[in-house]
């Protein structure tokens, strides 16, 4: 069977805006494996030395050690509150449409205007500012994807689950923990890989209120108001690398379980 | 271990086929619901319903979509709050008794099953949350899944069961608690003709063997008339009638339940003179004879009160011999083949308002005698034929 010229053409544009469009994101991971000399990347030298000296940067590995620890604590809050709160719409009580509309407003409104109002209010009620501002922030922040996800799979939960519970007998915080919490988990977990993400990558909102610690890409930020080193294309490409994966990883935790209850 | 063996187990066991208090023979009220009234906000859906469940009975509610059928079951499992009125099991009001103390499980209409358990941890479910030893719930389960035929699927999920196959396992996680009524919602509603009649036998059979009373819940009434013991007809939130299969078929009370139960031939007319268990009803097929025979409310109605001739398809025959009683003519006008039966539409008189009837034949492999078009001389029994008051 021959290709219709249709066809053809339309993957030639494809291609094409694929090749624009990405292409550039992975320069940096192409550049930081050869060595870099007045400004120009020199191809002939094939090299890990960028590596070699991001590894040793204490600031870098510091600015690392704050973001694993804001991330990890917006993780726990967010995937706690998120839960909660989406338990709490799905329960149908009183107050649950101005609820969403608030959770989802931080995500929504442009990171600065989030981050001003953020400082603000921590200046108002004299909260130093601390790698604890940022957690705040980031919870915030992505506090409206887990209570989305976690929302959907509750929602396509057959509400007689639950009812079949109590009704072989169980009370209502077993019927929580042996009938929602397994059917939740993997949706709980997905969440909790795409706020990781989200917090590990944010940089709007950190800039603002954090103190004297900074996160990664705040000190990817810093560093390349020095101009460009080789260590940047490294941390560059290192951190695509790690969301790359996040992202797979969220695919394959949410994506198959779905796919069970859409045949159930 | 086959079936029969696992039931000999249960019952042993004391499983559910142990009924307390009074013999089989003088069967006593289970549940009894007293003037239960429901609404959703201000819609009202069911008006003071009085019902009594009897014990080891296999009770069906029936009704059209919309009739409440569902809300009385929910009621009594305590899935819902009633508005108004009370329950009682065993003569204990148990209205504000919440769901999970109940005696009382349900099989589901979507079966409704975990679907991160295996089926021995959906049917071992009930024990489990009641910190049955472990030990004892694995026998009760293999027990219960033996009961349904189930015994080698114990490992599997829920998803890689067939639609009769999860029923199967709903009914014995509903069963394994040893509950006193075990409450159906339209269990059968999801599963293809020929899987449901073998799950209505198997159903029946299950009954039958632990003795145990079966509230269900169907809009079929074809299955209604093969399960139950007794049948509830509701319609708009109201019983219309409580009896057994046949009396609802012979002897509805209301022309909602003769049109609702089977087919059927109503012919309008006002009552006539009663003739010891007999009384006359004068209608567009003239004067027609019909039995009242048990039925006192038909015998002291009014004379000119309006009223419905009933008689069945089954019931009308072609026949030229003419004694004078429930005999006249009609034109055929279809006739139509329906496997082990024949039906014939017939119109009687030439108006087009005039009264069209059914008759059902047993079907001949050479053929139908009658043809379209043709007139014939048709007649029915008097016993065969009821009154409904309109």
Same mark, same amino acid.
Request: charged share 15%; glycine share 8%; aromatic share 8%.
């Given at each position: 069977?021959?290709a219709?010229?249709?066809?053809?053409?339309?993957?030639a544009?494809?291609?094409?805006?694929?090749?624009?469009l990405?292409?550039? *994101?992975?320069v940096?991971?192409?550049?930081?494996?050869?060595? $870099?000399?007045?400004?120009?990347?020199?191809w002939?030298?094939?090299?890990?030395?960028?590596?070699?000296?991001l590894?040793?940067?204490?600031e870098?590995?510091?600015? *690392?050690?704050?973001?694993?620890?804001?991330?990890?604590?917006?993780?726990?809050?967010?995937?706690?509150?998120?839960?909660?709160?989406?338990?709490?719409?799905?329960g149908?009580?009183?107050?649950?449409?101005?609820?969403?509309?608030?959770i989802?407003?931080?995500?929504?409104?442009?990171?600065?205007?989030?981050?001003?109002?953020?400082?603000?209010?921590?200046?108002?009620?004299?909260?130093?500012r601390?790698?604890?501002?940022v957690?705040?922030?980031?919870?915030?922040f992505?506090l409206?994807i $887990?209570?989305?996800?976690?929302?959907?799979?509750?929602?396509s939960?057959?509400?007689? *689950?639950?009812?079949a519970?109590y009704? *072989?007998?169980?009370?209502?915080?077993?019927?929580?923990?042996?009938?929602?919490?397994?059917?939740?988990?993997?949706?709980?977990?997905?969440?909790?890989?795409?706020?990781?993400?989200?917090?590990?990558?944010?940089?709007?909102?950190?800039?603002?209120?954090?103190?004297?610690?900074?996160?990664?890409?705040?000190?990817?930020?810093?560093?390349m108001?020095?101009?460009?080193?080789?260590?940047?294309?490294?941390?560059?490409?290192?951190?695509?690398?790690?969301?790359?994966?996040?992202?797979?990883?969220?695919?394959?935790?949410?994506?198959?379980?779905?796919?069970a209850?859409?045949?159930h | 271990?086959?079936?029969?063996?696992?039931?000999?187990?249960?019952?042993?066991?004391?499983?559910?086929?142990?009924?307390?208090?009074?013999?089989?023979?003088e069967?006593?009220?289970?549940?009894?619901?007293?003037?239960?009234?429901? &609404?959703y906000g201000?819609?009202?859906?069911?008006h003071?319903?009085?019902?009594?469940?009897?014990?080891?009975?296999?009770l069906?509610?029936?009704?059209?979509?919309?009739?409440?059928?569902?809300?009385?079951?929910?009621?009594?499992?305590?899935?819902?709050?009633?508005?108004?009125?009370?329950?009682?099991?065993?003569?204990?009001?148990?209205?504000?008794?919440?769901?999970?103390r109940?005696?009382?499980?349900t099989?589901?209409?979507?079966?409704?099953?975990?679907?991160?358990?295996?089926?021995?941890?959906?049917v071992?479910?009930?024990?489990?949350?009641?910190?049955?030893?472990?030990?004892?719930?694995?026998?009760?389960?293999?027990?219960?899944l033996?009961?349904v035929?189930?015994?080698?699927?114990?490992?599997?999920? +829920?998803?890689q069961?067939?639609?009769?196959?999860r029923?199967?396992?709903?009914?014995?996680?509903?069963?394994? =608690?040893?509950?006193?009524l075990?409450?159906?919602?339209?269990?059968?509603?999801?599963?293809?003709?020929?899987?449901?009649?073998q799950?209505?036998?198997?159903?029946?059979s299950?009954?039958?063997?632990?003795?145990?009373?079966f509230?269900?819940?169907?809009h079929?009434q074809?299955?209604?008339?093969?399960?139950?013991?007794?049948? =509830?007809?509701?319609?708009?939130g109201?019983?219309r009638?409580?009896?057994?299969?046949?009396?609802?078929?012979?002897?509805?009370?209301?022309?909602?339940?003769?049109?609702?139960f089977g087919?059927?031939?109503?012919?309008?007319?006002?009552?006539?003179?009663v003739?010891?268990?007999l009384?006359?009803?004068?209608?567009?097929l003239g004067?027609?004879? =019909?039995?009242?025979?048990?039925? +006192?409310?038909?015998k002291?109605?009014?004379?000119?009160? =309006?009223?419905f001739?009933?008689?069945?398809?089954?019931?009308?025959?072609?026949?030229?011999v003419h004694?004078g009683?429930?005999?006249?003519?009609?034109?055929?006008?279809?006739?139509?083949?329906?496997?082990?039966?024949?039906?014939?539409?017939?119109?009687?008189?030439?108006?087009r308002?005039?009264?069209?009837?059914?008759?059902?034949?047993?079907?001949?492999?050479?053929?139908?005698?009658? &043809?379209?078009?043709?007139?014939?001389?048709?007649?029915?029994?008097?016993?065969e034929?009821?009154?409904?008051?309109?």
């Amino acid at each position: 069977m021959t290709a219709r010229p249709s066809t053809i053409f339309l993957a030639a544009v494809t291609a094409l805006v694929a090749v624009l469009l990405y292409s550039p *994101l992975f320069v940096p991971i192409v550049s930081s494996f050869f060595t $870099v000399a007045h400004g120009e990347v020199v191809w002939s030298s094939p090299t890990v030395a960028a590596y070699v000296s991001l590894a040793g940067n204490k600031e870098i590995l510091t600015a *690392l050690r704050a973001t694993l620890i804001v991330g990890a604590c917006t993780v726990l809050l967010s995937v706690g509150g998120g839960t909660l709160l989406a338990l709490y719409y799905h329960g149908r009580r009183s107050g649950r449409g101005a609820l969403q509309f608030i959770i989802f407003l931080p995500f929504l409104m442009p990171p600065i205007i989030s981050g001003l109002a953020l400082l603000i209010f921590f200046r108002e009620v004299g909260l130093e500012r601390s790698l604890l501002t940022v957690v705040i922030g980031h919870t915030v922040f992505v506090l409206a994807i $887990v209570y989305r996800t976690v929302l959907t799979r509750l929602q396509s939960l057959s509400r007689s *689950l639950v009812e079949a519970s109590y009704d *072989l007998g169980a009370t209502g915080w077993q019927t929580f923990w042996r009938v929602l919490m397994p059917n939740l988990s993997s949706a709980m977990a997905g969440g909790a890989i795409l706020a990781f993400a989200l917090s590990f990558d944010e940089t709007m909102i950190t800039i603002l209120v954090t103190g004297t610690q900074s996160t990664l890409p705040v000190r990817l930020w810093a560093m390349m108001r020095l101009g460009f080193s080789p260590d940047i294309n490294a941390l560059v490409a290192l951190i695509l690398i790690f969301t790359v994966l996040l992202c797979v990883l969220a695919a394959r935790v949410l994506i198959p379980k779905q796919v069970a209850t859409a045949a159930h | 271990m086959s079936g029969r063996d696992s039931l000999l187990l249960l019952r042993r066991s004391g499983l559910p086929g142990r009924r307390q208090g009074p013999s089989m023979n003088e069967k006593s009220d289970l549940l009894t619901l007293r003037s239960v009234s429901k &609404s959703y906000g201000a819609v009202p859906v069911l008006h003071d319903v009085n019902l009594a469940i009897r014990d080891g009975e296999f009770l069906t509610v029936l009704g059209p979509s919309g009739s409440g059928k569902t809300t009385v079951l929910r009621l009594i499992g305590g899935l819902e709050p009633m508005t108004s009125g009370e329950i009682r099991l065993d003569g204990q009001d148990i209205s504000r008794m919440p769901i999970n103390r109940r005696p009382f499980n349900t099989v589901f209409q979507d079966y409704a099953l975990f679907p991160h358990l295996t089926v021995a941890g959906n049917v071992g479910y009930g024990l489990s949350v009641r910190h049955v030893p472990r030990k004892e719930i694995a026998r009760r389960v293999a027990e219960a899944l033996e009961l349904v035929q189930l015994g080698s699927f114990a490992k599997r999920y +829920p998803t890689q069961l067939s639609g009769g196959q999860r029923q199967r396992v709903a009914l014995a996680r509903a069963l394994i =608690c040893r509950p006193r009524l075990i409450l159906l919602d339209e269990p059968l509603a999801a599963l293809d003709l020929e899987l449901r009649r073998q799950m209505q036998e198997f159903l029946k059979s299950i009954q039958r063997e632990i003795k145990t009373t079966f509230l269900f819940v169907t809009h079929d009434q074809e299955e209604a008339i093969g399960m139950s013991d007794r049948i =509830c007809v509701m319609q708009a939130g109201r019983i219309r009638q409580l009896g057994t299969p046949h009396e609802l078929y012979y002897k509805p009370n209301c022309e909602f339940v003769a049109r609702f139960f089977g087919e059927n031939n109503l012919v309008p007319g006002t009552l006539g003179q009663v003739q010891g268990e007999l009384r006359s009803i004068d209608t567009a097929l003239g004067r027609l004879i =019909c039995s009242v025979a048990g039925q +006192p409310h038909l015998k002291n109605a009014p004379e000119g009160a =309006c009223a419905f001739a009933m008689f069945r398809p089954e019931a009308l025959h072609v026949s030229e011999v003419h004694d004078g009683k429930n005999h006249f003519s009609g034109k055929i006008v279809d006739v139509a083949f329906a496997g082990s039966s024949t039906v014939a539409i017939i119109a009687v008189g030439e108006d087009r308002s005039a009264p069209r009837l059914r008759m059902r034949l047993p079907s001949r492999f050479s053929g139908s005698a009658l &043809s379209a078009s043709e007139t014939v001389a048709l007649s029915f029994a008097p016993r065969e034929a009821h009154l409904v008051l309109s």
